[in-house]
């Protein structure tokens, strides 16, 4: 379906952008518009190997959107995705009213719109965590879940929702997130703490019913991530939310264990105090609910953890590469450039 298409990237310099132009690449697909604000990060860097038409700032790229009618998908990834984000304002614009703006030009102009929702909007929930919850009752941890939430239920309450689909990501991680700051993934995090350290940290539990780090999260690696977006991207049909997940719940020392296992060291883990301040808005389990999205059609097997996670250390992570630097593999299996 996307094969005559004009494409629009939002947050195309960034994590989950970057790797849907990257996947969009290997498609062969190239008539692609990045919109983005690059600032003074280092994400400008995921670009540099990537083929597109045309890069646009993404606050000039929203109020010229006639210069752009002939755009036929979106995927819009742009927004704030601090956890830890306090300026409601901030992220009122960015994470909202751009958001729906751009959604009401695309409903408008029948293009398909797929946008960025966050698995964050379930706030505490550890059961259950289906798109078929009223979405009234549920109750985001921080502002920047709520942010998206806010999102949601405007298009519910616009009647557009059944026009558009919204991707409940869970805990994506991977390539392309180094400029991220406090926001990477643990596996990145914890690859540079072993570096420097030998060990990793890891927050202690504070209910009697989850042991030090047995605390769970759905882990999602960004390569199965990207393939169900634009499998829902071609799939007009699949509209409203759905989760983007792997449907399968782990544990931090599992995950932790992965990331020594593909630098091929032993397991060292040191449990810390959490914070007071997360104490009340960490998540102790997530596990995303996967049959309505596994509904649209959807074959493809997703590489399992411990795959996935020596995947991203040893092709991406040890030798510093962005998705796009191609790598070829010799006769032996080494890897080079």
Request: glycine fraction near 6%; include cysteine; aromatic fraction near 12%.
């Amino acid at each position: 379906m996307l094969d005559s298409s004009k494409i629009l990237v939002t947050g195309g310099a960034g994590f989950i952008g970057s790797s849907i132009v990257w996947a969009l690449n290997q498609r062969g697909y190239e008539n692609i518009i990045i919109a983005d604000f690059l600032e003074r990060s280092e994400k400008w860097k995921n670009l540099v190997p990537l083929r597109f038409r045309d890069y646009v700032e993404a606050d000039r790229f929203i109020t010229s959107l006639d210069q752009f009618d002939d755009i036929t998908h979106v995927f819009h990834l742009g927004a704030c995705s601090a956890t830890t984000e306090t300026d409601a304002a901030y992220l009122i614009r960015n994470n909202f009213e751009y958001t729906k703006t751009l959604a009401e030009w695309c409903v408008r102009r029948k293009a398909r719109f797929v946008y960025a929702s966050s698995a964050a909007t379930y706030g505490s929930l550890e059961e259950n965590l289906s798109e078929s919850r009223e979405m009234d009752s549920l109750r985001p941890l921080n502002m920047y879940g709520y942010s998206k939430h806010l999102f949601d239920l405007w298009a519910k309450r616009a009647g557009c929702l059944d026009k558009i689909t919204g991707l409940k990501y869970f805990n994506v991680f991977g390539p392309n997130e180094d400029h991220k700051g406090d926001m990477r993934s643990m596996v990145h995090k914890a690859y540079h703490q072993i570096r420097e350290s030998g060990k990793v940290r890891l927050f202690k539990s504070h209910r009697p019913e989850f042991g030090d780090g047995e605390q769970r999260r759905d882990f999602l690696y960004i390569k199965d991530a990207v393939k169900m977006t634009i499998h829902l991207a071609e799939t007009p049909e699949a509209t409203g939310l759905v989760n983007v997940g792997s449907g399968i719940a782990h544990s931090w020392v599992e995950l932790m264990q992965a990331v020594f296992a593909a630098m091929k060291l032993p397991a060292n883990i040191e449990f810390v105090d959490m914070p007071e301040h997360l104490k009340g808005k960490y998540q102790y389990f997530t596990k995303a609910e996967v049959a309505h999205f596994r509904s649209t059609g959807y074959q493809a097997s997703l590489m399992t953890l411990n795959d996935a996670v020596a995947d991203y250390v040893v092709n991406y992570l040890i030798p510093e590469r962005h998705l796009g630097d191609e790598l070829a593999v010799s006769a032996s299996g080494s890897l080079s450039k």
